[in-house]
Structure formats: C-alpha cells, structure tokens
C-alpha cells in the first residue's frame, strides 16, 4: 500500500489526511500534542466553516491569477463541502450566508474531523516537529523532532507522497510559523512575500478616545489617490485605528501596498444606505432636537464624533444651538467620508491570515509541484487569501481535500 506523509494538521491537513486514507497509508504529523489548534479558535469559537457566496472573486493571490484556484473551487464547492460535512455527521446552520456548526462550537467541526480520520486508520504523530523534508531516489524521508522527550529522530521507511499544509504564520502561537515556507524554498520554489490579512489597520488619524466602537459603515480604501476596493459591515474604531471585518477584508491590499512605499488612506461612510443629500435633510430635521445625533448614532459615537467636528471642522466651537444651513453641509459630508491615513497593520500575531506564500506557478492543477512528483503543498501557506465568513477555512479543507486525493494518482 502507497505510504503518504501529511505535515500540519490543521484544517487543510485533516481534509488532505481523510482524502489520501481511501487507498493510502496515511501518517499525519503536528507540533502540537492534538490536531486542529488554530480551528477551534475559529469563528470566535464557532468556526464558520464555509459560505453561501463561494467564488474565485472573494480570495487573492497568485492561484487566483493562474486558475488553479477556480479549478478547486469547481471541484469542491460549497455543496461538496456541506455534504461532506454532513456524511461526518456534522449538523450545520447558516447565518447571514455564512455556516457554522449547528453546535456553534468549533470543536463540533473538529471532532468530526478527528473522528474521521480515527475510523480511515490515519496515523497521527502528536508533539511532532517536522524539522526537514528530503527526497531521495522518488521517496520522501523526514527528519522528525519529538517535542515531549526533546529527541531527533529520522524517518527511515520514506513515504511515496508527502502533502506540506503547515500553514502561513498568522497566530504563531497555534503552530502556524511559516515552516512550510522554509520547506518550500529548499526545494527551492518561488515565493511571493507573507504579509498580515485580515488584521487592524493603524492610523495616527484615530481620534476615539474611548473602548472600541462600533458602527455599521461602508469603508473604502484608497491607494495613491486610487479607488482600491470597499467593504460594508461592522466597523470598530479604537484609538490606534480602524478595525473589524469590512476593515479586516481591505487589510490584506493595505499592507501589501504599504510595503510598496505607497500612500493608504481609508474612507468611512458611517450611512451608507443614504445618500449625502439624505444626510442634509435628515440633520436638518435634527436640529430641532436636543442632541443632532440623537436616534442616527450609538451615544459612544456620537460623544467622539462631537469632539472630532469640534476640533476639525469648528475650530474648537461646540456643536450645539443653532446651526447653520452650510455646517449642515460640512457635517453630512464628513460622515459620509470620514479619512483615516493609514500607516500601518496588524501584526501576524494579530492577523487572522497570511497573504503570499508558496507562488502558483510552482504547482500543477492537482497542487503538486512541477517536476517534483510526489510533493503537494495546500492550504494556506499557499498564495491565496480569502474575506471573512469562512472562505480561508473553506479553501483549505478544499486545497487539502484535493491534495490528498491527488496524492493517490502518483505512480
Ligand atoms: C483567530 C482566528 C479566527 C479565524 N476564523 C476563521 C473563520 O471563522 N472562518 C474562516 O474561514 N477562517 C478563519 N480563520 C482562518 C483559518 O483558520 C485559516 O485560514 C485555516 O485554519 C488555515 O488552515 P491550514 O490547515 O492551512 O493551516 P493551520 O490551521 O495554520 O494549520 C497548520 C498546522 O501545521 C502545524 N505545523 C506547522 N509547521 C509544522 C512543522 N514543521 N511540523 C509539524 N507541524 C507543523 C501547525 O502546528 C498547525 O497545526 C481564522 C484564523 C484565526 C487566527
């Protein structure tokens, strides 16, 4: 029987390890002591698991450009990986497109996973760390590392395929430190530079004094005076900058962008739904009330907004008694497009994922590597990400899925 060696079990690690055991002997391997650390932290604890709105256009990266992404994503679909979730015997629920266990608890995904890979006889090897990969004479020999009895150890029997999905470095503290990365340029393979995504953004510009708050907002980043992309959902501003998941979604292009020396800015519409003139009258109607903002924003917004008018737009003047007909015009405009510079990001230990990675151009479509027969590499130590409401996590448990399969077709 082949002899397949899974490194990283995590999501795409699990789903690769349950798809090679059909017809392989399959040995899964992890630093931590059990399998899928960084998924039951997921969803804050709920995993959201996959969406409704699967499609090539929510992820970015070099797999994108190249098709295998939408290869994949054909293949196993949102319907694929509901059913197969179902067939573990995961009961699931959908929230505003996104599904979760009906648990609402990540373990649920975990166990099911887990409890899979127990009844396919997937050899999990715990407390594990794969230090190095070799490839001898068509065979793949690891040099293992026990981390509770501190010892170097050497595989000697040699797999027939070994499937790399140890991750990106987001939340090192989950096992994810770009180990699959330093395996990949020793093989040596392109890469494109990992960077934080889905992480805070940071601005001097931040003027919320307060705890974080929070708002439904439209925000849009610019780069180099340039529309990049929007998103709409819930905004948290805290006093070092923009934060929360439309935030989180334009991260990944900021960061990139400000590594290129370039010049971020983020717009913030804190009414989206209307339009500026809209804005006016419904000020206008306002101010016949004590408070301008009284009934349109949270009483924490409407304190740190005061403040910010007051300072910028009035010179110091309070807002209150009459207002005149153009501050009305100065004040709608400003909650339409509120400006943050941006001049900096979340770190990996804030970031939910990593952008860049393993290059597209490296892997065929079945995600083995080009002229290396029996490598693969899925997940997201790949060049690939996704928005939040569960694409990353549906892109591994796909990427992983057909990795593991693949793996079964090398002669
Ligand atoms: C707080 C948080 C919340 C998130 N919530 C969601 C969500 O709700 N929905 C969603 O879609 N995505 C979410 N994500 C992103 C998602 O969790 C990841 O994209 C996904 O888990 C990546 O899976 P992976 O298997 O590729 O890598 P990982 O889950 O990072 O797994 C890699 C594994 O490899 C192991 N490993 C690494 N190097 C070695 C080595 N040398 N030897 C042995 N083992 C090694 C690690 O210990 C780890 O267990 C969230 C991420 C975070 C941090």
């Not at 009906?102 to 794969?130: C, P, Q, W, Y």
């Not at 209150?320 to 900096?344: C, H, N, P, W, Y």
Request: include cysteine.
């Amino acid at each position: 029987m082949k002899k397949v060696a899974v490194i990283g079990a995590g999501a795409a690690g699990m789903m690769a390890a349950i798809a090679a055991s059909s017809s392989a002997e399959v040995s899964l391997f992890d630093k931590n002591m059990s399998p899928g650390r960084k998924l039951l932290q997921t969803g804050n604890g709920k995993c959201n698991f996959t969406n409704e709105g699967i499609s090539p256009e929510r992820y970015r990266g070099s797999l994108k450009e190249n098709g295998i992404l939408d290869g994949i994503l054909k293949e196993y679909d949102r319907d694929f990986m509901l059913d197969l979730f179902s067939s573990f015997g995961l009961l699931y629920h959908k929230k505003n497109g996104c599904f979760y266990p009906r648990s609402d608890s990540a373990g649920s995904v975990n166990d099911v996973l887990i409890n899979e890979m127990k009844i396919r006889g997937v050899r999990f090897h715990g407390s594990t760390l794969v230090k190095n990969i070799e490839r001898v004479n068509g065979r793949f020999y690891l040099t293992l590392y026990d981390l509770q009895n501190n010892n170097k150890t050497k595989d000697d029997t040699g797999f027939d395929a070994c499937i790399i999905t140890t991750g990106g470095k987001a939340a090192p503290k989950t096992g994810s430190t770009g180990d699959g990365y330093y395996f990949a340029e020793n093989f040596g393979l392109k890469m494109v530079q990992p960077l934080p995504a889905l992480t805070k953004l940071i601005s001097d510009d931040c003027f919320f004094n307060d705890n974080p708050v929070r708002a439904e907002a439209l925000v849009t980043l610019y780069i180099d005076g340039e529309f990049s992309a929007s998103s709409e959902g819930e905004l948290q501003i805290t006093n070092t900058g923009p934060s929360g998941i439309c935030v989180f979604d334009l991260s990944g292009r900021a960061a990139k962008a400000l590594k290129d020396g370039k010049k971020c800015v983020l717009s913030v519409d804190l009414l989206p739904e209307y339009s500026e003139e809209a804005v006016v009258d419904i000020l206008k109607k306002h101010t016949e009330y004590p408070e301008i903002f009284l009934g349109i924003f949270s009483e924490k917004l409407s304190i740190n907004i005061r403040e910010k008018i007051k300072n910028d737009l009035f010179n110091g003047r309070e807002l209150s008694g009459e207002i005149s007909d153009r501050d009305i015009l100065r004040i709608a405009a400003f909650i339409k497009d509120m400006r943050f510079t941006i001049t900096g990001y979340g770190d990996h230990t804030v970031s939910q994922v990593t952008s860049g990675g393993i290059h597209g151009d490296n892997l065929d479509h079945d995600l083995s590597v080009k002229g290396i027969p029996g490598l693969f590499f899925a997940g997201e130590c790949l060049d690939i990400d996704g928005d939040c409401g569960g694409f990353n996590l549906h892109f591994a448990f796909a990427s992983g899925y057909k990795a593991g399969s693949s793996s079964l077709d090398k002669e």
